[in-house]
C-alpha cells in the first residue's frame, strides 16, 4: 500500500493523506499497524463511521477517512506533529512492504 503526507494544515493539525488503497482500508490498516507496534487495540469512537483510535495512544491520534475530506490523520496537540510525522513514516514504509511481500 502506497501512502505519502500530501499536506498538513497548520490550524487545526490534520494529516492529509495519498494512499493507492480503497475507501477506509487504508487509514484502517495504519492505525492496526501503529496499535500492533504500542501494543494496544484500535477502537470506532461511532460505530459505522470510519474513525479509528488506539486506546492508550500517547498522541490520541484519531484516523479517519470520509468521502469530503478523504484520508487523514488528526493531532490531538499541533506540538506532536514531528514524532507523529515520524511515526507515521515508519508505518508508510512497513506497510509498503508488506504489500511487496503479499502480506496485504
Known amino acids: 500500500?502506497?501512502?505519502q503526507i500530501n499536506m498538513i494544515t497548520k490550524e487545526d493539525g490534520w494529516i492529509v493523506l495519498d494512499t493507492?488503497?480503497?475507501g477506509s482500508?487504508?487509514?484502517r490498516l495504519l492505525a492496526q499497524s501503529i496499535a500492533q507496534e504500542l501494543g494496544q487495540e484500535v477502537v470506532q469512537p461511532y460505530e459505522g463511521d470510519a474513525?479509528?483510535?488506539?486506546?492508550?495512544d500517547p498522541y490520541k491520534l484519531l484516523f479517519q477517512y470520509d468521502g469530503l475530506f478523504g484520508t487523514v490523520v488528526i493531532l490531538d496537540k499541533l506540538e506532536d506533529q514531528e514524532?507523529?510525522?515520524?511515526?507515521?513514516?515508519r508505518h508508510f514504509a512497513k506497510l509498503k512492504d508488506k504489500k511487496e511481500e503479499g502480506g496485504i
Not at 474513525?51 to 492508550?56: A, L, R
Not at 514524532?83 to 513514516?89: G, R, S
Open 1 to 3: 500500500m502506497r501512502y
Open 20 to 22: 493507492d488503497g480503497y
Open 25 to 27: 482500508e487504508p487509514i
Open 51 to 56: 474513525q479509528f483510535m488506539i486506546k492508550n
Open 83 to 89: 514524532v507523529v510525522v515520524e511515526l507515521l513514516q
